[in-house]
């Protein structure tokens, strides 16, 4: 089993920045991609995806996201970083990090993150 930690959301203001961290424990050695999504506001559970790393090396990041936020990470701790740079109101949400192994995904409990303007 793994287990997946978000930490670092919070309140700020429309063009400041925050960085969102996740950890991982139990057994981390097979996992072999990482990823930030968001909930998508609205009815449901639908969650964008904003960036994957892939082998601590492979990093993919949504269009919607490109220059503007960046991930970084541990690929031995199975750590993945989200840097979040001039933050709009409509990046207000809750924002979950992914681990995925050979036979699961794993999901955090999510980090709160609120843009004030």
């Known amino acids: 089993q793994v287990q997946v930690v978000e930490s670092g959301g919070g309140l700020v203001q429309a063009g400041e920045s925050l960085r969102l961290s996740c950890k991982t424990s139990?057994?981390?050695?097979?996992?072999?991609?990482m990823g930030w999504y968001r909930q998508v506001p609205g009815p449901g559970t639908q969650r964008e995806l904003l960036a994957t790393m892939t082998g601590g090396v492979n990093i993919h990041y949504a269009d919607s996201i490109k220059g503007l936020f960046t991930i970084s990470g541990d690929n031995v701790k199975k750590t993945l970083d989200l840097q979040m740079n001039r933050l709009k109101t409509k990046d207000t949400t809750v924002y979950y990090c992914n681990a995925r192994d050979l036979t699961d995904g794993y999901w955090g409990q999510g980090t709160q993150v609120t843009v004030s303007s």
């Open positions: 139990g057994d981390i050695s097979s996992i072999y991609i």
